[in-house]
């Protein structure tokens, strides 16, 4: 198999702090293909934004400790110099981000930053560059970007802005784009507009995707292959169709089911995850999830589950979780069956100790039930 | 653009006039010494006093002297005459003005460019030794009053007192003649009134520049791939200067009114000086003439600035 556009192994990004060590991103490992879509799903402080900034190398703390590897395209980014990095970024890794309002320059008209995308990076006329910027303008779809192009971003709508941003990202027919939240800050019916922008860009420029995301609609839209982080973790990860239909992990449970849906019944109620995030500096013992998981076993306190092959049809498929594998499809067919959590445990016993070998590895110590 | 230029102007006026007012009353609730009587040298008779008064006009009623004085300042421009020597203060202002500018317009060049300089030095080298010193010696010359730093660098640097001998001393502006001679003679109250300008222009740029460099178009721009120079330079600082622009035109525009200060450590013949004298003396049309020349410089540099706002920032529309 030829190798991967992107492949990050292992990563990880501490910051120390006054407070003490806040890992960010803790361990994580994936890879994007050429021309393929990952989407990274997990909610605020769970790492899915410092891992993409610190594949483009923008991760400028002082105080950030990073370690892993990051190949992209048979290069290494983390042992990269400025300039090297500064020849990918922009050229060969573009970037989207959540707020367009604020992505773009003020006082330049869209223009001039278009241009001076295209022109850091290639060595061509302003004319040509200027062509190429009402070109990119025109494919996002901005109408009559011949006049447009003079405009000031505050001229633009939010959606518009954002398709602004795709323009400048794609303007350098970069192999990789990073979209982190593209479309939180954007009305409903423009968020569609732009999720369908993306994706039609994608497949005609054959560019790879990597959409990072809270929301797990948006990924579904888009991408084949999703990640969900956990803690600085990945804690499943797997096709798209997988991740929908047969998810493991109790956190991705806990997501598909605060998704409001149409096909469910309408006095059913949204079951929400309980608590916070956890801290990134004392983070819990054993599995990161557990102080939010209902499904919690004492054993889990202690024992730090690795991503383990699920055994599913997809063989990518990969869960973090120490529940047996046969427990946990049981648990989501209930789930899935519009019980609620606490009448889903009624349901399935769930056993104190069933520990893989990995996970068990994981931590050194032998866990023995009460 | 024009009706707003038009409409700033129309208020310029009203302002002006307000202020006119404003300083006739003052002039005449706060006794600051009957003008007639330190007109009219030492032990002057009744008479002498009542025929000072009726010359200058100061016997009539307030409204009167007022209306008076608006009536020539309007039609004939004039500025009325100085109570202490009869000159017209038209003449004494505008005889004095071109000296104050040479010393604020060189002074701000300096404190401008270095102030924006150290800032930015400041800004992108924050928390290491060189934004350490930077910032520490803008404090100490926050904290220089302008009088004391005039006498010491006089002290230590102007060729006549100095430990040594550099730069021409006091006084010696009056002397020079010829455009470089006299600029000459203003380097070091240049500098003496740039330094805490400066030292506050660093210290704004410093805090503007690192509230910019986090804002997300920095981070776009870093995301293009530009380099770090680029992103400083033309991206942050372009937004960072923006309101340093602002105080710059209000600060030149005070100080058209007179560097006071300055001008009296360095013996330089100054519209502060002017204003000075005459505050003293209690001669009223002088501290009005001084004080329109700085209410009408202040506004005029507002409209600028506004006008160049526009410029700079392109949201803003009039």
């Known amino acids: 198999?030829?190798?991967?556009?992107?492949?990050?192994?292992?990563?990880?990004?501490?910051?120390?702090?006054?407070?003490?060590?806040?890992?960010?991103?803790?361990?994580?490992?994936?890879?994007?293909?050429?021309?393929?879509?990952?989407g990274i799903v997990g909610e605020s402080g769970s790492g899915k934004s410092v891992s993409s900034m610190t594949v483009m190398g923008l991760t400028r703390a002082g105080n950030a400790k990073i370690s892993g590897s990051i190949t992209f395209d048979g290069k290494d980014l983390l042992n990269a110099n400025a300039s090297e990095m500064r020849n990918v970024r922009g050229s060969e890794i573009a970037m989207i981000f959540q707020d367009p309002l604020s992505s773009l320059h003020?006082?330049?008209?869209?223009?001039?930053?278009?241009?001076?995308?295209?022109?850091?990076?290639?060595?061509?006329?302003?004319?040509?560059?200027?062509?190429?910027?009402?070109?990119?303008?025109?494919?996002?779809?901005?109408?009559?970007?011949?006049?447009?192009?003079?405009?000031?971003?505050?001229?633009?709508?939010?959606?518009?802005r954002q398709r602004v941003m795709i323009a400048m990202a794609l303007i350098n027919d970069p192999k990789l784009l990073i979209a982190d939240e593209p479309t939180t800050a954007l009305d409903v019916t423009v968020q569609a507009q732009i999720l369908t922008l993306i994706q039609k860009l994608q497949s005609e420029l054959d560019t790879a995707v990597v959409?990072?995301?809270?929301?797990?609609?948006?990924?579904?839209?888009?991408?084949?292959?999703?990640?969900?982080?956990?803690?600085?973790?990945?804690?499943?990860?797997?096709?798209?169709?997988?991740?929908?239909?047969?998810?493991?992990?109790?956190?991705?449970?806990?997501?598909?089911?605060?998704?409001?849906?149409?096909?469910?019944?309408?006095?059913?109620?949204?079951?929400?995850?309980?608590?916070?995030?956890?801290?990134?500096?004392?983070?819990?013992?054993?599995?990161?999830?557990?102080?939010?998981?209902?499904?919690?076993?004492?054993a889990h306190k202690k024992v730090d589950p690795g991503l383990e092959p699920t055994g599913s049809a997809d063989a990518g498929h990969k869960v973090a979780c120490l529940l047996p594998g046969e427990t946990r499809r049981s648990l989501w067919a209930a789930l899935r069956a519009g019980e609620t959590p606490d009448a889903a445990i009624e349901e399935v016993p769930i056993p104190e100790t069933t520990l893989s070998p990995s996970a068990e590895g994981h931590t050194g110590e032998e866990v023995t039930g009460p | 653009?024009?009706?707003?230029?038009?409409?700033?102007?129309?208020?310029?006026?009203?302002?002006?006039?307000?202020?006119?007012?404003?300083?006739?009353?003052?002039?005449?609730?706060?006794?600051?010494?009957?003008?007639?009587?330190?007109?009219?040298?030492?032990?002057?008779?009744?008479?002498?006093i009542a025929a000072i008064r009726e010359q200058l006009g100061l016997d009539r009623s307030l409204p009167a002297q007022y209306w008076d004085y608006i009536k020539n300042l309007v039609w004939h421009f004039d500025f009325g005459t100085s109570y202490t020597n009869n000159q017209s203060v038209k003449s004494l202002v505008f005889d004095r003005l071109p000296n104050t500018i040479f010393l604020v317009l060189g002074a701000a060049v300096i404190w401008f460019v270095s102030g924006v300089v150290i800032g930015i030095v400041s800004a992108t080298r924050r928390g290491t030794l060189w934004d350490r010193v930077l910032m520490g010696g803008a404090l100490i010359a926050i904290s220089a009053p302008v009088y004391w730093l005039g006498l010491v660098s006089l002290y230590l640097f102007s060729d006549d007192i100095g430990v040594w001998h550099v730069f021409p001393g006091a006084g010696s502006y009056q002397d020079a003649h010829g455009f470089l001679a006299k600029a000459h003679t203003l380097i070091l109250p240049w500098l003496v009134l740039a330094a805490a300008f400066a030292a506050i222009y660093a210290r704004l740029l410093r805090s503007n520049l690192l509230e910019t460099m986090s804002e997300d178009y920095i981070r776009t721009a870093r995301s293009k791939g530009l380099s770090e120079r680029r992103v400083v330079l033309r991206l942050g600082v372009r937004s960072a200067i923006t309101p340093v622009v602002t105080v710059l035109?209000?600060?030149?525009?005070?100080?058209?009114?007179?560097?006071?200060?300055?001008?009296?450590?360095?013996?330089?013949?100054?519209?502060?000086?002017?204003?000075?004298?005459?505050?003293?003396?209690?001669?009223?049309?002088?501290?009005?003439?001084?004080?329109l020349v700085l209410a009408f410089a202040v506004a005029m540099m507002s409209l600028l600035v506004d006008i160049l706002y526009a410029f700079l920032d392109p949201r803003v529309r009039y």
């Open chain 1, 1 to 38: 198999m030829a190798q991967p556009l992107l492949e990050v192994k292992d990563l990880k990004v501490h910051f120390e702090t006054e407070d003490g060590l806040v890992q960010a991103v803790d361990g994580i490992s994936y890879s994007v293909d050429r021309g393929q879509a990952l």
């Open chain 1, 106 to 160: 003020p006082f330049y008209k869209i223009g001039d930053q278009l241009i001076e995308a295209h022109r850091s990076h290639n060595d061509v006329s302003k004319a040509k560059a200027r062509d190429r910027a009402v070109e990119m303008l025109g494919l996002v779809g901005i109408p009559d970007p011949r006049r447009r192009i003079d405009g000031y971003p505050h001229e633009f709508s939010g959606g518009m």
């Open chain 1, 211 to 298: 959409m990072i995301t809270h929301d797990l609609g948006v990924v579904a839209e888009v991408t084949e292959e999703i990640a969900v982080m956990y803690a600085g973790r990945i804690v499943e990860y797997g096709k798209v169709d997988t991740i929908f239909s047969a998810p493991e992990h109790p956190y991705t449970w806990g997501l598909l089911k605060s998704i409001p849906r149409l096909d469910t019944p309408r006095d059913q109620e949204l079951v929400p995850i309980y608590g916070r995030p956890p801290s990134l500096i004392n983070k819990p013992s054993g599995c990161s999830f557990h102080p939010r998981c209902p499904y919690v076993r004492e």
């Open chain 2, 1 to 48: 653009m024009a009706a707003y230029i038009f409409r700033r102007l129309l208020w310029t006026v009203v302002l002006l006039l307000v202020i006119t007012a404003v300083i006739f009353l003052i002039f005449y609730v706060l006794p600051s010494g009957d003008p007639a009587k330190l007109r009219a040298g030492r032990t002057p008779s009744p008479e002498t």
């Open chain 2, 249 to 291: 035109g209000l600060d030149i525009g005070i100080l058209m009114g007179g560097a006071i200060l300055t001008e009296t450590v360095f013996n330089i013949d100054g519209v502060g000086r002017l204003a000075f004298d005459a505050i003293q003396r209690g001669d009223l049309s002088t501290i009005q003439g001084t004080t």
